[in-house]
């Protein structure tokens, strides 16, 4: 049988507004999408059936993304598509990183090519976007400046060669009710910044969901804290949380600040020094 094993990377949000409240009840963000090393793993076979398994028993559902993206799919180009998935978890879940829309997107990629589809890239546009606002992002996971709601998306040219740290506090955070609680408001954020600076000056970046998570999650916003004081240039919320990160200036500073946080919180390194 043939089989693809394929990684799908998380993201960190480079600032993260909400501007927008639209009339089909999504609203319209501008953000820039960054790619980050920590990754889940994706195994798909050719077989006679279908079945997914995880290493996580709680994501084994029909409401998993990759099972949507595999039904959507299947509806889509009217094929069975039978196949056994298997997937690593090792993004944490509800965490702003992106990692079940990785998972939709990949899945969709592999499939194109195991059943060789033929799909074009607009195409698995469209599938990818009924499935969520994240999910055309993951199609092509570079540093891309995303608006509309999300899936408007331009490649920009950035690669931060700082180590990033990652930490979450396994909150897991509705996006539905992160975008219920909050007011849109327009900016003009990423308009100067590319137009008038010419250039991405990260700390002047905010991300819109921080003030309710904070006061929701008063946790939340002490990771925040505990990482500039650890010597983090910059750090902000990822998403609708509940994942923190921090820019530091040397690896040796990062692997000191991502130490002495409690045992049920996820902390992780990206650097490209590793």
């Known amino acids: 049988m043939q089989t693809l094993e394929r990684h799908c990377p998380a993201k960190i949000n480079l600032g993260l507004y909400v501007t927008k409240?639209?009339?089909?009840?999504?609203?319209?963000?501008?953000?820039?999408?960054?790619?980050?090393?920590?990754?889940?793993?994706?195994?798909?076979?050719?077989?006679?059936?279908?079945?997914?398994?995880?290493?996580?028993?709680?994501?084994?559902t029909k409401d998993n993304l990759i099972v949507k993206a595999k039904n959507e799919l299947a509806s889509y180009v009217n094929l069975p598509l039978n196949c056994h998935i298997s997937l690593e978890k090792n993004i944490p879940i509800g965490a702003g990183l992106g990692g079940g829309s990785s998972n939709a997107?990949?899945?969709?990629?592999?499939?194109?090519?195991?059943f060789d589809l033929r799909l074009s890239k607009e195409e698995l546009k469209i599938i990818a976007l009924n499935l969520g606002s994240d999910v055309p992002y993951f199609l092509n996971p570079v540093p891309s400046y995303g608006t509309s709601r999300g899936e408007v998306l331009s490649p920009v040219n950035l690669k931060i060669l700082y180590p990033i740290v990652v930490i979450n506090p396994g909150i897991h955070i509705s996006t539905k009710w992160a975008y219920q609680n909050i007011s849109p408001k327009p900016t003009q954020a990423f308009t100067k910044i590319f137009e008038v600076e010419h250039q991405l000056n990260i700390s002047k970046l905010q991300n819109d969901f921080e003030e309710i998570v904070f006061q929701q999650y008063p946790q939340i916003a002490k990771i925040k804290s505990s990482l500039l004081e650890r010597g983090a240039l910059y750090s902000s919320m990822s998403g609708s949380g509940s994942t923190v990160f921090g820019i530091f200036?040397?690896?040796?500073?990062?692997?000191?600040?991502?130490k002495n946080y409690p045992e049920n919180y996820f902390a992780y390194l990206h650097s490209d020094e590793m």
């Open 21 to 60: 409240k639209r009339s089909d009840g999504y609203h319209n963000i501008e953000t820039i999408f960054y790619p980050i090393s920590l990754s889940d793993k994706l195994i798909i076979e050719l077989n006679n059936t279908t079945l997914f398994r995880c290493n996580l028993n709680i994501l084994e």
């Open 105 to 114: 997107a990949t899945t969709l990629l592999m499939l194109n090519e195991l």
């Open 249 to 258: 200036p040397e690896i040796s500073i990062a692997k000191e600040a991502i």
